[in-house]
C-alpha cells in the first residue's frame, strides 16, 4: 500500500503550458505539503493545507495554486509554466496532532521538466 | 539566513570507516529535529529523530545542543548502503525545514 502517492512520476511539458500534479495520502494525516527541490537539491516550502485549510502559502508565483478537495488529496496546478519551474516536486503528509514527533512521510516525487 | 545550514560534502569514506556529520539551525524556538536520508533520484525517508539527551539507533548515534544549535549525525562501520544525501531538518512553527544535504559514498 503506497502511503502518500503523487502522479505523474514524470512530465515533460513545453513553457507556456498548464500543467496539474496531484497527491493522494492514505494515512489518515490532517497536514499536507508541497515542497519544490531544485536542482541544487534544496527543498523548499511552497504550500500546506491542514483540514482542506491553506496554512502556509510562501513566496511562490500566482501561477502555482493547490487545492485541497479533502483532507486526503492536496493538488498543484501550474499555469504557464517557465523553464525555471523544472524541478522536483514533493508531496507531503504528517499528522495533525503530535507535532512532529514523527516527520513527515513523502511522496515518490514529480519531476517536472519544461523544454 | 537559511534555517539550517550543513556541509554539502561529498565525504567519500571507505567501508567500515566512522563518518560525522553535522548542522547549525538558526531558530532557537525550533523544539523538533530529524535527520532524513535522501538517496539519488528519490523521496527523503525519515532515518531518525534527535533529542536532547541524543539517541542511538544501531550504527547511528544522533546528539542536539541546544545552545549552540547544533546536530549531529554519527555513522559507525559504513556500509556501501549507507552511500546517499543525508539531510539535516528542524522544525518551525507550521512545517520543517530541510537542510541542503550531505553527500556520503562509501567506498569499497
Known amino acids: 500500500d503506497t502511503a502518500v502517492s503523487q502522479t505523474p512520476k514524470y512530465l515533460v511539458t513545453q513553457m507556456g503550458n498548464d500543467k496539474s500534479i496531484k497527491c493522494e495520502q492514505n494515512l489518515g494525516h490532517d497536514t499536507m505539503y508541497w515542497y519544490k527541490q531544485d536542482s541544487k537539491k534544496f527543498l523548499k516550502i511552497m504550500f500546506s493545507y491542514n483540514n482542506k485549510e491553506l496554512i502556509i502559502n510562501e513566496t511562490v508565483p500566482n501561477r502555482f495554486s493547490p487545492k485541497s478537495p479533502d483532507k486526503a488529496h492536496l493538488n498543484l496546478h501550474i499555469n504557464s509554466l517557465e523553464l525555471g519551474d523544472s524541478a522536483v516536486y514533493f508531496c507531503?503528509?504528517?499528522?495533525?496532532?503530535?507535532?512532529?514527533?514523527?516527520?513527515?512521510?513523502f511522496g515518490s516525487g514529480t519531476r517536472l521538466t519544461v523544454v | 539566513r537559511k534555517e539550517v545550514e550543513q556541509d554539502p560534502g561529498p565525504f567519500n569514506v571507505p567501508e567500515g570507516a566512522t563518518v560525522a556529520f553535522n548542522c547549525t539551525y538558526s531558530?532557537?524556538?525550533?523544539?523538533?529535529f530529524f535527520w532524513y536520508r535522501q538517496d539519488c533520484r528519490k523521496e527523503p525517508k525519515l532515518l531518525m529523530s534527535?533529542?536532547?539527551s541524543g539517541n542511538e539507533d544501531g550504527r547511528f548515534t544522533a546528539q542536539l545542543n541546544r545552545a549552540s544549535q547544533y546536530i549531529s549525525l554519527l555513522i559507525r562501520d559504513s556500509k556501501l548502503s549507507d552511500s546517499a544525501t543525508y539531510l539535516c531538518?528542524?522544525?518551525?512553527?507550521?512545517?520543517?525545514?530541510f537542510g541542503t544535504g550531505t553527500r556520503l559514498t562509501v567506498i569499497p
Open positions: 531538518v528542524v522544525s518551525g512553527a507550521n512545517n520543517l525545514f
Open positions: 531558530n532557537s524556538a525550533s523544539q523538533s
Open positions: 534527535v533529542y536532547s
Open positions: 507531503a503528509s504528517r499528522p495533525g496532532t503530535g507535532g512532529f514527533r514523527r516527520g513527515y512521510t
